[in-house]
Each structure stands twice: as structure tokens, then as C-alpha cells.
């Protein structure tokens, strides 16, 4: 993996996720990770808020290193943010010992990433019929249940990656017309079944 590749995937620590887990700065990273550089104002626009709020956030964002100035944007006295980071990475195992304040920043960043979630797999049902067949025929939602033991399960979930990194690579390299941005969810948990 090149140096540029590593920058594009973050793993959260503590500080950096004190910094981010509030749902609105989500929102704003997410939206700037997927729909490019963009201006306070337009992003207040598209989430309903201030653009004192969006301004106010988009900087506690880039105090923690996860956006910064766009200066190839705008003119003038636009100020335009852009993502520093294409993917963000957070290994709960790094806050079992940590102090309860820091174990609850973190579930509480969980806890946005499945609403996140939620509400982009409800947007696709919502909107699917506006895609081509080809686009309806290529999307998946479905689930499946298997016995695992932990160690099965982190292998399966490597190779998950894994797979989807090289289908990232394929998607770089094809100047298909057809190809669009598409999301990709995945967890795996375990479940009680008595």
C-alpha cells in the first residue's frame, strides 16, 4: 500500500474521535468524502442548518485533521472545504480500557454510522426505480447467517476487505460511462439465539 492510499484510510484514536463523534460533523465529512469540495453555505443548505453551525463545525472538523481548505475552489472570499481522508477506521478494541467518557464518544460514533447507514440503504429503496435495470439487477440487500467461531469471523472479515479493495482498484482504472459511485455495508455480529 502506497503512502498516498494509507492517508486516504484513518484510523480513529481517542482525540480524533472526541472530535468527530457529533452527528452533524458526521454528516458534513460524509457528504464531503462523497460529493467533493464544497462551501459552508452549501452544505448548511443541504442539511437544514445555519451557516454559522456549518461553519462552526466544518472547523472543530478541521482542528482534528479530517477536513481542510479546498484552495482550487471558489474565488474570493469563499472559504471551501474539502475531505482530508477517504475512509475512517475505528478499532474498538483500542477503548476496552479506556476511561467511560472515551467509551461512550465511541459508541455513541457507532451508534451514527448505523443510522448513517440506515438512512442511506432506505434512500436506495426510495429511490431505486429511478436507476437503470442493469443498476436495479447489480444492487444487493441481503443478509445471511452463518456458525463462526471469533477467529472465522475476523478472517471473513479481512477477506471482505480485501475484496473490496481490489474492486476499488477495478473501478479506478475503467472509464466505462456507466460507472457510478456505489456504497458498500458490511457487519458482521454475532447473535443470541435462545
Do not use: C
Not at 44 to 67: D, P
Not at 74 to 101: I, M, N, S
Amino acid at each position: 500500500m502506497t503512502e498516498h492510499e494509507e492517508r486516504k484510510r484513518r484510523q480513529l484514536d481517542a482525540r480524533s474521535l472526541r472530535g468527530l463523534a457529533h452527528p452533524l460533523r458526521m454528516q458534513l465529512l460524509e457528504a464531503l468524502r462523497q460529493r467533493g469540495p464544497a462551501t459552508a453555505s452549501q452544505l448548511a443548505e443541504r442539511f437544514g442548518e445555519s451557516s454559522g453551525s456549518t461553519s462552526y463545525h466544518l472547523r472543530q472538523l478541521a482542528a482534528h485533521g479530517f477536513v481542510e481548505d479546498a484552495p482550487q475552489q471558489g474565488k474570493g472570499r469563499e472559504r471551501w472545504w474539502q475531505a482530508v481522508d477517504q475512509g475512517l477506521f475505528l478499532d474498538t478494541t483500542d477503548f476496552d480500557d479506556a476511561d467511560p467518557e472515551i467509551r461512550g464518544v465511541a459508541e455513541a460514533f457507532l451508534h451514527e454510522m448505523a443510522n448513517m447507514h440506515a438512512h442511506e440503504l432506505s434512500s436506495w429503496l426510495v429511490t431505486r426505480n429511478d436507476w437503470s435495470k442493469d443498476w436495479s439487477d447489480g444492487s444487493d440487500m441481503s443478509d445471511a447467517t452463518l456458525r463462526l467461531t471469533p477467529a472465522l469471523a475476523a478472517e471473513l472479515v479481512a477477506k471482505m476487505h480485501e475484496l473490496v479493495d481490489n474492486y476499488r482498484q477495478l473501478g479506478r482504472n475503467t472509464d466505462d460511462r456507466d460507472t457510478e459511485t456505489v456504497r458498500i455495508h458490511t457487519h458482521l455480529f454475532p447473535i443470541r439465539t435462545d
